[in-house]
């Protein structure tokens, strides 16, 4: 049983044998711990932590911000787990952080849920990895220390982002796979809960419901992914989004299609397919028009006849 458990999804939770909080008392030590943690795999030289940390002040206030926050940070991980230099490694050069066995980090676990499943389709996780996935996405109480925006936590917050998203289609992916669509459709709720005007998401959730057998919930789902898209990005679904929703409008889907069409597969009808040829060969020809004329053009000009333009000279 690990004798620390730090969180960093969601909010800041550090929780020790006898002793839980979420907020050291400073916060500057609050910066120095999450950064330590975000970058546990280096060593960090005191002088770029400081630079990273407090971009903008004079080097020397930098690091007289950073000898502070130590101080405190030692003190309350003393009061919490009895045993700072445990967690603390701190060199006259550098600092680091230690994670032992002792110490349980949420973003280690969640990372490894995650390379566990990593270029594994959905539909085909076995029950270890989607109990893995399970836990991991437990784990997505929120984004990474929300709240704060500070530039070197904003980059792992979008990482991480995607890393929670990828695995929630893919759990969408297992459950549809089995025929349990309910289930898949809270996942893809969960996602929308994140980013609303994901339109991969409505997309799989349309199919969904219609294979579920409720078309009108699945086209319910695209007057919000219509309303999401256009509130918060200004822009209309794209053609296979509205193609899928012509097809359940009009009952003609196969419900009983294999698999289930993510964000990389698009969806796209044999008349879409044909009016997007038939405008490819218009613009081809053209071109091919332009580039004759003005061959003719030139020809003419090198042999000091008069140049002829749609059929008239010039």
């Not at 700072?84 to 110490?103: G, Y």
């Not at 390379?115 to 929120?142: F, K, N, P, S």
């Not at 090198?302 to 749609?310: H, K």
């Amino acid at each position: 049983m690990p004798m620390l458990r730090i969180q960093l999804l969601g909010h800041l939770s550090i929780q020790g044998e006898s002793h839980s909080l979420d907020h050291l008392g400073s916060t500057r030590a609050n910066e120095v711990l999450c950064y330590l943690l975000l970058h546990h795999h280096s060593h960090h030289p005191r002088e770029h932590l400081a630079e990273a940390l407090w971009d903008g002040l004079p080097t020397a206030e930098a690091r007289k911000h950073l000898r502070q926050a130590l101080w405190h940070l030692q003190t309350t991980l003393q009061a919490i787990c009895g045993d700072a230099a445990r967690l603390l490694m701190i060199d006259a050069d550098w600092i680091a952080i230690n994670l032992d066995d002792n110490i349980w980090l949420d973003l280690d676990a969640f990372a490894r849920a995650y390379v566990m499943v990593r270029g594994i389709g959905g539909e085909a996780l076995d029950a270890a990895q989607v109990d893995a996935l399970q836990v991991a996405i437990a784990l997505y109480h929120g984004d990474l220390l929300e709240g704060w925006y500070h530039p070197w936590c904003v980059i792992d917050r979008e990482r991480y982002q995607k890393m929670h998203f990828t695995m929630l289609d893919k759990m969408m992916a297992a459950c549809e796979a089995r025929g349990a669509y309910e289930e898949a459709v809270d996942y893809g709720a969960r996602i929308l809960g994140f980013d609303r005007a994901r339109e991969s998401t409505h997309l799989r959730l349309m199919r969904l419901y219609y294979m579920a057998g409720d078309r009108t919930a699945a086209l319910r789902q695209f007057d919000r992914c219509v309303e999401a898209l256009r509130e918060d990005l200004d822009v209309c679904p794209a053609r296979r989004t509205d193609a899928l929703y012509h097809q359940i409008r009009a009952d003609r889907m196969d419900a009983g299609a294999r698999p289930i069409l993510g964000a990389e597969t698009p969806v796209v009808s044999l008349p879409d397919v044909l009016s997007q040829l038939h405008q490819v060969q218009a613009t081809l020809d053209g071109i091919r028009s332009s580039v004759q004329q003005q061959i003719v053009t030139f020809e003419h000009a090198r042999e000091g006849r008069p140049a002829i333009l749609n059929g008239r000279p010039v």
